[in-house]
């Protein structure tokens, strides 16, 4: 029924995209223990682009634009109201840590960077409580909230590495302390994407118990799931796995301080977990079957 | 003017006609793809053809010609995020034009598909219970054009009195979601709630 | 949109948008342009806009439903903008609203339809392609008379046909129906008459065979209030959800019957109804056309059983067994004698052999009769459809055996098995003067009639009033009906047929809307709807109050529109019978006039026209207990005998009998005394159905009355035209829900989605009736007419349509 949601698709990818490359860029820079590392200085302000582009894909889904300042006016029962207003402070909190560092770039503004990152984390959990409808049981499970945390992690990562692996190739090969860092940086991605993969892959059967209690119920929403069967589902898994297992590769090779070909191949490896993502948030949107009439 | 007003349908003198529908359709001037009444079909049974080519079946249908139930606990309401949808001080659940950003996500939580998308108006549009005919001592229009009567309207509490308080036959959805002021009386091809016997037959007039 | 603009629309309790009103205003494009615009102009109706008065007229519905209703016009600048209902009176049953269905309801996009026809206008293409030029009014009027001088000097006055048209058939000032009641019928009167035709499209066969059974012009059945009194009611393909669907009519009479009564519901269809949803508390699904094979089944276990009535049958019919036969027939022809197998076809008509033929399971059968004939009083009532049937003139017959079996004739809470009456009141009419010619034909026959006039003959033909027609049809007057080419059968072959302009000369047409048989008119004429004239119409009977419905004029005729009477009123100038055509009173003096003779009927109407104009509805409840016809007959036959030959009830009949002995039929038809099961062609044991394996039956559909309202989008839109497919013949042809599927046989094809439902029987489609035949230019329908599918071979008796008899293939598109 929701199949055409495109721009509820991007926005929410490319809003879990910025929170992700916050997150995982200021994990990475306290476990780096480094203030400002040249590999780090391009996450945030990507993020704060990704965000802004996300939040004006998101008028276009309303009917009527022109009152959209009104739409934070019901914080006390709505959710989406709360959405806009966590994605709003998410972004400004992420503007206000790339203008500080771009000015200053001596200060690590760590304390910044935990709200910029804790901010992130409230905006994708409040993100998925919008879908969380009691007349709408495909949605309305913890399995909403674990795949737009997973799709956080894996694309934020995916992002996060690609910029480091641009900003790596300037790295100095001999410099000892480099290469520990690096090692740290690609810890904390490596961590990171599997925690996303887990997401997802615990998701998923949540996700088909409840579409297979959900079909069958006599309702009018017609799922684009049942329509296109599971080969669409197949291929969504192919494509993260694909991108996750490139990505794995790059991070061997960045370990072992190899940079040949590092960014052709990271960005090989978000573009196919990019597709993977993309893919599967039509397929959450097209498996809207609510109840009732 | 009343409160909590309700909506009583009797489905052994509802036909499907849809008269209430084009009724609705006429005063509200409704464009193409909206629709604040709508009448679903329910159907179900089985048909098993005997050796001599004789056939046995236990097919049942019967229609709902649902609106908005103005409910209790307008999830509408709730999930609006400008406040544009609203309940007034009777208990009527209106959209304000004026406020309504365009967003569609009362209609995706409504239960009963309520809130319409105008797309030309880019907002969301739906029964006012014909506020301004109550206004004038009049009823609904879809209530004035039932030729059966099987559709009534009245107070909650009236209602319940005179017809019990069978609220719930398949496939509407659960009351305590949303608490609609709207009751039935159940014909004996009623399913119960959570039925799986029929399904919703007519998708594409709905 | 600015928001404030927004906010009215929305918020105003008028609700109408002015962009809506600007779409129509396009549209209507000729009243934009003669008014400059200004007509649409600022109806956006902001509340207490200063200056635009909205005034309330009392309108009508003046189709063909068997219902009648009240509408009310909310105008505003000469627009209308809204559609209301009877909302008159408190409501009490017997004084009740009579509340128009969606249909009435939706006549505001009716009147300011898209394709509404502005001007006179002559055929410049081909004849049914379409093609019109404007021309004025005295053009039109002019050729008009030129070709009906020519045709009557050439052909004589029986060469002159007025069509079948019942698309203002409710009116009473511009009536469309019977051309005898008509405007025209008194032009052509004053002409020296015309062909005339005999029996309906909705009646033929039931209207035609009932008399035998029961005598008289016409058998009516007990009223839907007396089921009040009953404990069983067995409706066979009576669908008043879908035929009666007023609310001051039948189907809110048997709503509250059922509710005020005990009864248990069965019906007996093909379908499982909008009548049967509502109401049944069983239904059993029938093969279309089989409905008299399963009364034999039901006859054999009651006589079996021994649970027929036998001081009925006994005192009150004849032809039940050998003793009560009339004279001058063989042995072995009784009833009796055919349900047991001891006539000439020497088959017992057992429940298994009815299971067969009927689809129904023989257990059910057996059950069914013991039910039938334990209820007393039992309530058997028949539709039309089961008799719109190659042989229906037997079935509808043949449900009559059911109580006269068991003795449900003549008794409070009982039926004889005809379709239910009711009270009704009746406005006086204008005299239509008296037909010279005597000559009628069957309603159905007259694309015959175009193709082999003189070779029709009465006892082949079902020519009345001659032995023989003296001559084709070649002036056809056409005023609102489709039944020229989309109502009729064989649409294709009637297109053919009509577009050979040697044989028919001339078609007139006179018409709201660019309909498929319009499409066929050499001269095409915009008529005036009800709205834009003062018009009375008839209350519908109904089972416990009558009413009449004063119609005033709501707004100015669109664009050119003519009222029938003046366009009739054109013609008579031009042919020299002016004054006798119009006796010097304009229109609007005949309407007066037909009110004070109305008042002559019931002096208590109002004075003054202009009164009950302003009341809109006048309605009178029925006093006393619902009428039971036959009751005088069932108590003391030999004082209050019927108008059968005999007098009494002729379940064999003699004069059918001698029918059978003197037509000329053709093979495979029959026309037999009892009332037999007739197996028939394109019916369930016709061998085509190799190639054509299903029977196809075209039901009535809430869209529309007939195939009027076909043209309203706010109709489509809420109930869609589809055709109806078992599941189980769907998933044979891979067909699923939507899917677009071609239906067709060797008449035709038509496209259209399919509705994949559980609600109609295997081994049946049904396509509703009424949608307008729209062929593409290799014939093929996507409008959806069933009547590209129906056959042009009419039944033996009645000479009548057969549209539900069909064989057809369906596959996926």
């Known amino acids: 029924m929701l199949g055409n949601e495109w721009s509820l698709v991007l926005f929410t990818i490319l809003v879990q995209t910025a929170a992700g490359l916050v997150v995982v860029s200021e994990t990475a820079r306290r476990a780096g223990d480094v203030h400002s590392p040249r590999q780090l200085s391009w996450q945030i302000p990507g993020a704060c682009g990704l965000a802004a582009l996300g939040l004006l894909v998101s008028l276009t889904h309303l009917g009527s634009p022109q009152n959209s300042v009104l739409a934070v006016a019901n914080l006390g029962d709505s959710w989406l109201s709360r959405e806009i207003l966590a994605t709003s402070v998410f972004f400004l909190a992420s503007l206000a840590l790339a203008m500080v560092r771009w000015k200053r770039p001596e200060r690590s503004a760590s304390g910044l960077g935990i709200l910029a990152a804790c901010l992130g984390l409230a905006d994708v959990f409040v993100m998925s409580r919008v879908y969380q409808l009691p007349a709408v049981p495909v949605w309305n499970t913890v399995a909403t909230t674990l795949g737009f945390f997973g799709t956080m992690f894996l694309t934020g990562t995916l992002a996060t590495g690609v910029l480091f692996s641009i900003q790596s190739r300037q790295a100095q090969q001999g410099d000892p302390q480099a290469a520990q860092q690096r090692t740290r940086l690609v810890g904390v991605l490596f961590v990171a994407a599997v925690l996303g993969l887990a997401l997802k892959l615990i998701g998923l059967p949540l996700d088909m118990i409840a579409l297979s209690a959900a079909d069958n119920l006599g309702t009018s929403g017609v799922s684009l799931l049942a329509s296109a069967g599971t080969g669409l589902l197949v291929m969504r898994l192919l494509l993260v796995l694909a991108g996750a297992a490139i990505f794995a590769w790059v991070a061997m090779r960045i370990l072992a301080g190899r940079s040949a070909a590092l960014v052709q191949a990271s960005l090989v490896a978000l573009c196919l977990v990019l597709a993977g993502e993309l893919l599967g948030r039509f397929l959450f949107y097209g498996s809207y079957i609510r109840i009732g009439l | 003017m009343q409160k909590r007003l309700a909506f009583h349908l009797d489905m052994n003198a509802c036909t499907g006609c849809k008269t209430c529908m084009i009724a609705c359709i006429d005063k509200n001037d409704l464009a193409d793809g909206v629709l604040y009444r709508r009448v679903s079909e329910y159907t179900g049974g089985d048909w098993i053809r005997n050796a001599d080519g004789t056939y046995e079946q236990n097919v049942f249908s019967y229609y709902l010609s649902i609106s908005c139930n103005h409910c209790e606990n307008p999830i509408c309401v709730r999930s609006c995020p400008t406040t544009a949808m609203y309940k007034d001080e009777n208990g009527i659940v209106s959209v304000n034009p004026e406020k309504c950003v365009g967003c569609r996500y009362c209609e995706w939580g409504c239960p009963y598909s309520a809130p319409q998308f105008n797309a030309e108006l880019g907002i969301m549009t739906k029964c006012d219970f014909c506020r301004d005919y109550l206004d004038l001592g009049k009823p609904p229009a879809c209530v004035a054009a039932c030729p059966t009567r099987a559709l009534t309207f009245g107070p909650y509490q009236e209602l319940l009195d005179k017809y019990g308080q069978a609220q719930l036959v398949a496939p509407l959805p659960d009351t305590a979601i949303t608490q609609p002021n709207l009751l039935f009386t159940p014909s004996r091809k009623a399913q119960p709630a959570g039925s799986r016997n029929g399904k919703i037959s007519n998708p594409e007039e709905v | ?813």
């Open chain 3, 1 to 813: 949109m600015p928001s404030n603009e927004t906010s009215a629309a929305v918020q105003a309790g008028n609700g109408i948008r002015r962009r809506s009103l600007l779409k129509w205003g396009a549209a209507l494009g000729g009243v934009a342009a003669l008014t400059g615009g200004g007509l649409f102009f600022g109806l956006k109706p902001v509340n207490g806009s200063p200056g635009k008065k909205e005034e309330l007229f009392w309108t009508a519905c003046t189709v063909n439903c068997g219902s009648r209703c009240v509408l009310r016009a909310h105008v505003i600048d000469g627009v209308i903008t809204r559609i209301e209902t009877d909302d008159t009176g408190v409501d009490v049953y017997g004084q009740h609203q009579d509340r128009a269905c969606l249909r009435g309801r939706a006549m505001r996009h009716r009147i300011y339809a898209p394709d509404r026809l502005k001007y006179p206008m002559k055929r410049v293409g081909k004849r049914g392609e379409g093609k019109f030029e404007r021309i004025s009014w005295d053009q039109a009027l002019d050729e008009i008379a030129a070709r009906l001088k020519k045709t009557i000097e050439t052909h004589g006055n029986e060469s002159v046909y007025i069509n079948y048209a019942t698309g203002c058939t409710g009116s009473v000032m511009s009536d469309s129906y019977a051309p005898a009641s008509t405007w025209l019928g008194r032009l052509m009167n004053c002409l020296g008459g015309y062909l005339n035709h005999y029996g309906t499209y909705s009646t033929a066969q039931i209207a035609r065979a009932l008399p035998f059974t029961f005598g008289g012009s016409s058998v009516n059945g007990n009223s839907f209030a007396d089921i009040v009194n009953s404990k069983l009611v067995v409706l066979f393909g009576n669908n008043p959800a879908a035929t009666r669907m007023s609310g001051g009519g039948q189907i809110y009479d048997i709503v509250k019957s059922r509710e005020k009564g005990n009864a248990r519901f069965i019906v007996i269809d093909p379908r499982y109804t909008d009548t049967a949803v509502s109401l049944a508390d069983e239904w059993i699904p029938i093969r279309p056309g089989t409905d008299a094979a399963l009364v034999n089944g039901l006859a054999y276990v009651m006589i079996g059983e021994d649970l027929v009535d036998h001081d009925f049958l006994t005192r009150c019919t004849v032809g039940y067994d050998e003793d009560s036969m009339p004279e001058g027939v063989p042995e072995g022809n009784s009833y009796k004698s055919y349900i047991l197998g001891q006539g000439a076809d020497k088959t017992p008509k057992t429940p298994a052999w009815a299971a067969a033929i009927t689809g129904i399971p023989e257990r059910r059968i057996v059950q069914l009769a013991r039910e039938i004939a334990g209820a007393k009083p039992c309530y058997v009532v028949q539709g039309w459809g089961p008799q719109r049937q190659a042989s229906g003139e037997q079935i509808s017959r043949a449900i009559c055996m059911l109580p006269i079996l068991t003795g449900n004739v003549g008794v409070q809470g009982g039926n004889n098995g005809a379709r239910e009456s009711g009270v009704s009141s009746t406005f006086a009419r204008y005299p239509t003067l008296t037909n010279p010619v005597k000559t009628s034909i069957s309603v159905f026959t007259w694309t015959d009639a175009i193709e082999r006039g003189p070779e029709m003959t009465a006892t082949a033909d079902g020519v009345q009033g001659r032995d023989r027609l003296v001559a084709p049809i070649k002036f056809i007057w056409n005023y609102a009906g489709n039944c020229l080419v989309n109502q009729h059968s064989d649409a294709n072959r009637t297109a053919r047929i009509l577009g050979d302009e040697a044989k028919c000369e001339t078609i007139v047409v006179i018409e709201n809307f660019m309909t498929p048989s319009a499409k066929f008119a050499d001269i095409l004429l915009p008529a005036t709807t009800c709205a834009e004239e003062d018009d009375f119409a008839d209350g519908a009977y109904t089972a416990a109050m009558s009413y009449l419905i004063f119609a005033r004029k709501a707004i100015e005729p669109l664009f050119e529109s003519r009222s029938i009477y003046d366009v009739c009123a054109g013609v008579a100038k031009r042919m020299g019978v002016e004054q006798a055509y119009t006796e010097g009173r304009s229109r609007d003096d005949w309407v007066r006039w037909v009110y004070g003779e109305t008042r002559k009927k019931y002096p208590e109407l109002p004075e003054k026209v202009e009164d009950a104009f302003a009341m809109g509805i006048w309605k009178k409840e029925r006093a006393g207990l619902p009428a039971v016809p036959y009751k005088d007959f069932r108590e003391d036959p030999e004082t209050n005998p019927l108008k059968t030959p005999s007098g009494k009830v002729e379940i064999f009949s003699k004069q059918l009998w001698d029918i059978a002995e003197t037509w000329t039929l053709p093979e495979g038809d029959r026309i037999s005394g009892l009332p037999e099961y007739n197996p028939t062609w394109e019916g369930v044991s016709d061998p085509l159905r190799e190639k054509y394996p299903l029977q196809l039956i075209g039901h009535h559909y809430k869209q529309r009355t007939h195939s009027t309202y076909g043209n309203v989008d706010w109709l489509k839109r809420v109930a869609p035209q589809e055709l109806w497919i078992n599941p189980a013949d769907a998933e044979a042809r891979g067909i699923k829900h939507a899917d677009m599927v071609k239906v067709y046989n060797d008449r035709g094809t038509v496209l259209i989605p399919a509705k994949v439902t559980t609600r109609i029987m295997p081994g049946v489609l049904s396509l509703p009736q009424g949608a307008w035949f729209a062929p593409d230019k290799d014939g093929v329908d996507h409008g959806g007419c069933v009547n590209v599918l129906t056959s042009l071979r009419p039944s033996p008796l009645a000479k009548g349509n057969p549209q539900h008899t069909n064989l057809v293939q369906v596959v996926k598109a």
